[in-house]
C-alpha cells in the first residue's frame, strides 16, 4: 500500500539533566507535529519560531526525510511539509531535535521501509552527533547514550517514577547551540571529569529506583553549567529558587536558556518561585508545568490513495 499522506508527532526533550552531558535526556509531553503529502515540494508551519524556520531543504524536517530516503537507497519523492510547532523553539528543550526525528519517523511511514527505534536513533545521531535529545524523542521517557567507537551508538532507557513533571521557566529569548556549545572548554580538569562521572551515576540511581531526594545532589555540574552562565547570569539563580521551592533538582535544559525542574508535587509553588526570581533579575519569560511523557515519537494518522500528479 502506498501511502498518500502520514501525519507524525515528536515530543519535546531535554538534555543533560545536569551533569549528564550529550548522552542523557528526557521526554516532555510537548508536541510538534509534521503532515508529509506527496506532491509539490513547499514548506508551510503555524507555531511556535514558524516566522524563523527555513521554508527550503535546510529544514531539519527535511533532513529527516531525506536521510531516510538515503538509508534505503531511494530517490526523495515530491513532498509537501506541513509543521505545527508547539515546542519552544531555540530555547533548549529540543525543537531540532524534534523536527529531525519529525522527519524521519515521517519518511520511514510514507516510503513504507518502518524502519525500527534502533534504526531510526543511528541516523538520527549520527545527524546531531550525539543522542541526548534524539533519543527520548523516538522513545520516551529517559534513555542514556553513548557512542561505542565504530560500533555506533548504544542507547537504552532509564526507568522513572509515573508521578515525575517538569516545571520550566523559558526566558523570552534565544539560545544559538552551537554558539553556545563553542564557549565549552576542549580538555577538562580530572577532578571536574570526576565530579560529573560520579553526578551521572547517582542521576541514573536516583530516578530508577525512585530515590528522589538524591537528585538536588545529582543534577549538579561542572562541565557545561558555569561556562553557559557567563551568557546567562540568571541562571543559577533559578536552580537556586526551584530548590527553595521543593523540587527534587533542577538544571539547565539543553543549551538553555530553559531552566528545568524536576518535581513530585509542589509544582505551582516551584513555578512562581522561578518566576519571581527570574523577575527580580530582569528576565522575561514564562513558567510550564507538564508531564515527562514516556510515550516517543510515532505516526498518528495516515491517509492511502492516489499519488498527486
Known sequence: MILNTVTV???????????????????????????????????TAVGEGADLVPRDSSNLVVTGVEAVFKYIGEPV?????????????????????????????????ISGANLSREELTVIAADIEGHPDNVAPAIYGGCTIGVQNGDAGWVVDQVSIPEDLNAVLFVPDMFVNTHESRGRLPDLVSRADAVFNVGRSALLVNALS???????????????????????????PHLIAAALTGGAHGAFLSGAGPS????????????????????????????????????????????ESGAVEA
Open 209 to 235: 529506583t525512585g530515590r528522589l531526594e538524591l537528585l538536588r545532589y545529582a543534577t549538579d555540574d561542572r562541565l557545561h553549567q558555569p561556562q553557559r552562565t557567563e551568557a546567562f547570569g540568571a541562571m
Open 77 to 109: 519523492p515530491g513532498l509537501r511539509y506541513d509543521c505545527t510547532n508547539r515546542v519552544p523553539f531555540s530555547r533548549g528543550m529540543g525543537s531540532s531535535s524534534s523536527a529531525i526525528v519529525l522527519g524521519l519517523v515521517a519518511g520511514s511511514a
Open 259 to 302: 531552566v528545568l525542574a524536576l518535581a513530585t508535587g509542589r509544582e505551582v509553588t516551584i513555578s512562581y518561585e522561578m518566576a519571581e526570581t527570574a523577575r527580580h533579575f530582569g528576565v522575561d519569560g514564562k513558567t510550564m508545568i507538564v508531564a515527562v511523557t514516556r510515550e516517543g515519537a510515532s505516526v498518528v494518522a495516515t
Open 9 to 43: 508527532r515528536a515530543p519535546a526533550t531535554s538534555a543533560n539533566l545536569g551533569p549528564g552531558f550529550d548522552c542523557i535526556g528526557m521526554a516532555l509531553d510537548i508536541w510538534n507535529e509534521l503532515t508529509l503529502t506527496r506532491g509539490e515540494f513547499s514548506i
